[in-house]
Nanobody, 117 residues
Framework: QAQLVESGGGLVQPGGSLKLSCRAS????????MAWYRQAPGEERELVAI????????KYGDSVKGRFTISRDNRRNTVTLQMSSLTPEDTAVYYC??????????WGQGTQVTVSS
Protein backbone atom coordinates (compact mmCIF):
# COMPACT_ATOMS: atom_id res chain seq x y z
CA GLN A 1 0.00 0.00 0.00
CA ALA A 2 1.30 3.42 -0.97
CA GLN A 3 2.37 5.65 1.87
CA LEU A 4 3.83 9.14 2.19
CA VAL A 5 5.14 10.15 5.60
CA GLU A 6 6.18 13.75 6.20
CA SER A 7 8.49 14.87 8.97
CA GLY A 8 10.49 17.91 10.03
CA GLY A 9 7.74 20.37 10.82
CA GLY A 10 7.70 22.48 13.95
CA LEU A 11 7.95 25.95 15.39
CA VAL A 12 10.56 28.31 13.98
CA GLN A 13 11.24 32.01 14.40
CA PRO A 14 10.83 34.46 11.53
CA GLY A 15 13.91 34.44 9.36
CA GLY A 16 14.73 30.89 10.33
CA SER A 17 15.04 27.71 8.33
CA LEU A 18 13.43 24.31 8.37
CA LYS A 19 13.80 21.15 6.34
CA LEU A 20 10.84 18.93 5.60
CA SER A 21 11.22 15.33 4.48
CA CYS A 22 8.78 12.93 2.89
CA ARG A 23 9.51 9.24 2.86
CA ALA A 24 7.65 7.20 0.29
CA SER A 25 6.90 3.49 0.38
CA UNK A 26 4.67 0.95 -1.29
CA UNK A 27 5.08 2.22 -4.86
CA UNK A 28 7.71 2.85 -7.52
CA UNK A 29 8.89 6.23 -6.31
CA UNK A 30 11.11 7.19 -9.24
CA UNK A 31 8.17 6.89 -11.64
CA UNK A 32 6.21 9.78 -10.18
CA UNK A 33 6.33 13.54 -10.21
CA MET A 34 6.36 14.66 -6.58
CA ALA A 35 5.35 17.92 -4.97
CA TRP A 36 4.87 19.83 -1.76
CA TYR A 37 1.68 21.74 -1.04
CA ARG A 38 0.57 23.75 1.94
CA GLN A 39 -2.69 24.82 3.47
CA ALA A 40 -3.13 27.61 5.96
CA PRO A 41 -6.26 27.88 8.14
CA GLY A 42 -9.17 29.16 6.10
CA GLU A 43 -7.18 29.02 2.89
CA GLU A 44 -7.13 26.70 -0.09
CA ARG A 45 -4.32 24.22 -0.50
CA GLU A 46 -1.61 25.70 -2.71
CA LEU A 47 1.32 24.33 -4.61
CA VAL A 48 4.66 25.11 -3.00
CA ALA A 49 7.08 23.20 -5.20
CA ILE A 50 7.10 20.39 -7.73
CA UNK A 51 9.89 18.18 -9.03
CA UNK A 52 10.02 15.89 -12.05
CA UNK A 53 10.77 12.17 -11.91
CA UNK A 54 14.52 12.53 -12.35
CA UNK A 55 14.76 15.77 -10.41
CA UNK A 56 15.82 17.65 -13.50
CA UNK A 57 13.03 20.22 -13.44
CA UNK A 58 11.77 22.07 -10.37
CA LYS A 59 9.11 24.71 -10.17
CA TYR A 60 8.00 26.87 -7.27
CA GLY A 61 5.05 28.91 -6.17
CA ASP A 62 5.63 32.63 -6.51
CA SER A 63 5.53 33.19 -2.77
CA VAL A 64 8.44 30.82 -2.07
CA LYS A 65 10.72 31.37 -5.05
CA GLY A 66 14.28 32.01 -3.97
CA ARG A 67 13.60 30.82 -0.42
CA PHE A 68 12.58 27.17 -0.75
CA THR A 69 14.34 24.32 -2.52
CA ILE A 70 12.82 20.98 -3.43
CA SER A 71 14.95 17.90 -4.03
CA ARG A 72 14.53 14.16 -4.24
CA ASP A 73 16.60 11.02 -3.75
CA ASN A 74 15.24 8.18 -5.84
CA ARG A 75 17.53 5.67 -4.12
CA ARG A 76 16.12 6.53 -0.70
CA ASN A 77 12.56 7.23 -1.89
CA THR A 78 12.55 10.66 -0.30
CA VAL A 79 11.60 14.15 -1.33
CA THR A 80 12.68 17.11 0.76
CA LEU A 81 11.78 20.77 1.04
CA GLN A 82 14.46 23.08 2.38
CA MET A 83 12.85 26.29 3.60
CA SER A 84 14.70 29.46 4.54
CA SER A 85 13.90 33.09 5.35
CA LEU A 86 10.63 31.91 6.79
CA THR A 87 7.90 34.41 7.58
CA PRO A 88 4.64 34.07 9.52
CA GLU A 89 2.87 33.83 6.15
CA ASP A 90 4.58 30.48 5.64
CA THR A 91 2.67 29.03 8.58
CA ALA A 92 0.59 26.13 7.30
CA VAL A 93 0.24 22.38 7.18
CA TYR A 94 2.65 21.11 4.55
CA TYR A 95 1.69 18.07 2.50
CA CYS A 96 3.77 15.76 0.37
CA UNK A 97 2.00 14.68 -2.80
CA UNK A 98 2.39 12.11 -5.53
CA UNK A 99 1.07 13.21 -8.92
CA UNK A 100 -0.65 10.31 -10.61
CA UNK A 101 -0.80 9.86 -14.38
CA UNK A 102 -4.57 10.35 -14.40
CA UNK A 103 -4.31 13.78 -12.82
CA UNK A 104 -5.22 12.73 -9.33
CA UNK A 105 -2.95 13.15 -6.35
CA UNK A 106 -2.00 10.96 -3.45
CA TRP A 107 -1.39 12.79 -0.18
CA GLY A 108 0.59 12.36 2.96
CA GLN A 109 -0.88 13.19 6.34
CA GLY A 110 0.82 16.58 6.52
CA THR A 111 3.21 18.26 8.92
CA GLN A 112 2.60 21.53 10.72
CA VAL A 113 4.98 24.44 10.21
CA THR A 114 4.52 27.44 12.47
CA VAL A 115 6.59 30.59 12.03
CA SER A 116 6.31 32.81 15.07
CA SER A 117 8.41 34.74 17.52
Amino acid sequence: QAQLVESGGGLVQPGGSLKLSCRASGFTFWYYVMAWYRQAPGEERELVAIITKDGGVKKYGDSVKGRFTISRDNRRNTVTLQMSSLTPEDTAVYYCSRHNDDGTKYWGQGTQVTVSS
